[in-house]
């Protein structure tokens, strides 16, 4: 069984990149990815990960 995974990170490139890598394990599914944390609540109404990856810079 995958555990199911939702990513958030602000930068486009970073959040594709750890998709990317982490999309190669049959282990981890993703299941949302969200580019903020308002983004990834919304998302996370209609799914349910055992993880989640939050990054967002504060700037």
Same mark, same amino acid.
Do not use: C, F
């Given at each position: 069984?995958?555990?199911?995974? =939702?990513? %958030?990170?602000?930068?486009? #490139? @970073?959040?594709?990149? #750890?998709?990317?890598? #982490?999309?190669?394990?049959?282990?981890?599914? !993703? @299941?949302a &990815? =969200?580019?903020?944390?308002? &983004? !990834?609540?919304?998302?996370?109404? @209609? %799914? %349910?990960?055992?993880?989640?990856?939050?990054? &967002?810079?504060?700037?």
């Open positions: 069984m995958a555990i199911r995974l =939702a990513i %958030t990170d602000d930068h486009h #490139l @970073v959040r594709d990149g #750890l998709i990317q890598y #982490l999309s190669m394990s049959p282990d981890i599914q !993703i @299941v &990815e =969200a580019a903020n944390g308002e &983004e !990834i609540l919304e998302k996370l109404r @209609v %799914t %349910t990960p055992d993880l989640k990856w939050i990054l &967002e810079s504060r700037q």
